[in-house]
């Protein structure tokens, strides 16, 4: 609540013109520092300069002192001052008492009580007053030296530098408007796009797209355009299942009221009207079965079925259900062969691996032909990295007529029913759900031929990092 005050106290409400108000601060505040630094290092250079030229001075004229007392000293003032061309250089030697022994000043200035310290500060020369950089020295015999420089030169380069800083800031400032208003154009374009594109999609056009332009914003754009294309390929989706129930739900429910209706008008019996009833409700039973396969799909999917997840035996679920099946093989004039190696334990929901295994063999068992084998085979799935397994592959295989490329391409799709399996019951889901449950462990789940048949292999890792859960067509040379 608080944060929203604030938003409803900012001046500003376009996100176009946050965005470029926040870039002309901050190249402002940018331009800001660099012109100080540029400023300061410039004036600083310039003292450093002054004050170098003042120590070298000073020092060579205390070297005349030491070779020939005031009067060399006097002289060689004297020399340099006549020797000034720019008329800046300033001198002072006086003696103990205070008389003006040489030099172009005309006294000792009263605030400059301390040596070794250089004062800046304003003094008479001729007709006018000047500004001076001074520095005194201590002489033998109570002499006193001041050098120093008039740095008039240097205010009135300050003064040019500081109306073209001045300048330069205006016209940083000019740069900076109209760089926040090409951002806010930027900003503006992509957020329109995508306004158009959203609306577009909101009236029912699922193909409209957002323009690539070659810049930064084409990440936005991409990432807009890859959830556009999950939606669409969703609701095609939709409109698939949709047809398919209408279709696959036609048949039994006329084939039902069919029976109903004949038995009521023509039944001349109990037992004839009883066994119109059980066929009709054999395919009441197979709409109620096919409902509560989608709304398993769609549990496993949402991922709601996770909390359950725990510790699953693999290798000793592997032999019941061989166990189970081989009886239901031999029943179907098969033989169920099996090749299952010491497995790891992974973390999944036991039931929903079983119900996978199951729908698997019992597609195998329903397209093998009579006198035909099954293969049940689970191994360990090695790790380049390290001996420590990466996780598991159950693959079941059988001699059957086999899926084509293409149907392999559609054999996850709900309802989807190759050539092949046309005569046989069925409604298409099986597939569709083991693939669920391999989404939901994080699997995958993968079908090649089999010459003669088909091979359906469930991939399940030993950790949760997700993976590609996509049907995968697998086709050997």
Known sequence: ???????????????????????????????????????????????????????????????????????????????R???????????????????????????????????????ELSIRRYTFSTQAKLKAYALPGGFRLIVGHDVRGRHLLRHVMAETLIWCAIMVSLLALGGAFVIRKLFLRIVHSIARTTAAVASGDLNHRIALNGSETDLVAETVNT?????????????????????????????ARTQLEDAALHAQSDDELRDAIDLAVQDLDRITGIFEALLRIAQIEAGSRRSAFASVDLTALLHDMAELYEASAEEAGLTLHTQI??????????????????????????FSPSGSQLTLRAERLPNEESTKPTGVTI???????????????????????????RSTPGSGLGLSLVQAIAGLHHGQLTLSHAHPGLTATLTLPLNTAPSSHKTQIVDPV
Do not use: C
């Open 341 to 366: 190696s010491t497995l790891p334990a992974i973390i999944g929901d036991r039931h929903m691996v079983q119900q996978a295994l199951a729908n698997l063999l019992d597609n195998a068992i329903k």
């Open 227 to 255: 959830m556009l294309d999950r939606i669409n390929r969703l609701m095609e989706g939709v409109r698939q299942v949709s047809n398919a129930i209408a279709h696959d739900l036609r048949t039994p429910i006329a084939r």
């Open 81 to 119: 001052i006549e020797q000034n061309v720019d008329d800046d250089a300033l001198y002072l030697l006086v003696d103990r008492n205070g008389q003006r022994f040489a030099g172009n000043l005309p006294g000792w200035p009263v605030v400059m009580t301390r040596l070794d310290h250089f004062y």
């Open 395 to 421: 693959s079941v295989s059988d001699q059957g007529p086999g899926m084509s490329a293409s149907d392999m391409e559609r054999a996850h799709e709900r309802f989807f029913r190759a050539e092949a399996a």
């Open 1 to 79: 609540m608080t944060r929203l005050r604030h938003l409803k106290r900012w001046p500003i409400r376009s996100a176009g013109g946050n965005f470029a108000l926040a870039y002309g601060v901050v190249f402002l505040l940018s331009a800001g520092v660099f012109l100080s630094f540029t400023w300061w290092s410039t004036t600083n250079l310039l003292d450093r300069h002054v004050q170098a030229g003042i120590e070298s001075d000073a020092q060579d004229l205390t070297r005349r002192w030491v070779f020939g007392g005031a009067g060399t000293l006097s002289d060689a003032i004297e020399e």
